[in-house]
């Protein structure tokens, strides 16, 4: 198994400087990871710094709390597939989906959707904030806007994914709709048991160190 084709490598530290996301592309490279994660400021950074390679550059809009306007967010997600952006991970208006203002989070997402050129669009949930019957609407919300992925935390909650969220969400989803966990996934273990749930994209800022693992378990079975 590949792991490191599943790996977003993320840095959307609040003191990330420019030299962390020149480490952050250049362990991107090493590794041959699917995509950097950065926020919007570095996504121009990023692109050039991987310009010579297949490495995708997310970033993210409405992030980490998700409750700017549908405009604003829209905004965003122009201004960084304009900058080079090749996928977009928003963060849904969280308060609205428990005031189940339906109509809204779905037409915030399906804005967002339209303005980013056929981009990749996840759309970040924040499980932890969630009841299970709300992680049950916002997958039946996601199929039916027809984005790319469900994500289930911007690592900034609560906690991050747990193997919880995704048995609930695959129960639900249909069949296109892909799945990204994030949060908190700092080991080879977490990351092959969500692998083996289904879940095809990872984001995590322990990429690295998750491969050193894997390069042991190689190592060892070795010797």
């Given at each position: 198994?590949?792991?490191?084709?599943?790996?977003?490598?993320?840095?959307?530290?609040m003191d990330a400087t420019s030299e962390d996301i020149a480490r952050l592309c250049r362990e991107a490279i090493e590794y041959d990871f699917y995509a950097v994660?950065?926020?919007?400021?570095?996504v121009s950074l990023a692109k050039d710094l991987l310009k010579?390679?297949?490495?995708?550059?997310?970033?993210?809009?409405?992030?980490p709390l998700g409750m700017n306007s549908p405009k604003t967010k829209v905004f965003e997600a122009i201004d960084a597939v304009e900058m080079g952006a090749d996928e977009i991970d928003m963060v849904i208006n969280v308060g609205a989906l428990k005031e189940k203002e339906y109509d809204?989070?779905?037409s915030e997402i399906e804005e967002?959707?339209?303005s980013i050129d056929g981009k990749t669009l996840k759309v970040i949930i924040e499980t932890s904030l969630l009841t299970k019957?709300?992680?049950?609407?916002?997958?039946?919300?996601?199929?039916?806007?027809?984005?790319?992925f469900i994500k289930t935390s911007t690592g900034f909650g609560e906690r991050g994914a747990s193997l919880e969220d995704i048995d609930i969400i695959n129960e639900h989803k249909n069949e296109v709709l892909e799945i990204k966990a994030s949060g908190g996934i700092k080991t080879l273990k977490f990351a092959d048991?969500?692998?083996?749930k289904g879940v095809s994209r990872i984001g995590?800022?322990?990429?690295?160190?998750i491969m050193k693992e894997l390069e042991q378990d190689y190592f060892k079975k070795e010797e």
């Open positions: 198994m590949e792991i490191n084709k599943y790996i977003d490598h993320t840095n959307l530290k994660c950065v926020h919007p400021s570095y010579d390679t297949n490495i995708l550059v997310a970033t993210v809009v409405g992030f809204y989070v779905k967002i959707r339209d019957e709300e992680i049950i609407k916002m997958t039946e919300i996601c199929n039916e806007t027809f984005v790319s048991e969500l692998i083996k995590t800022s322990s990429g690295v160190n």
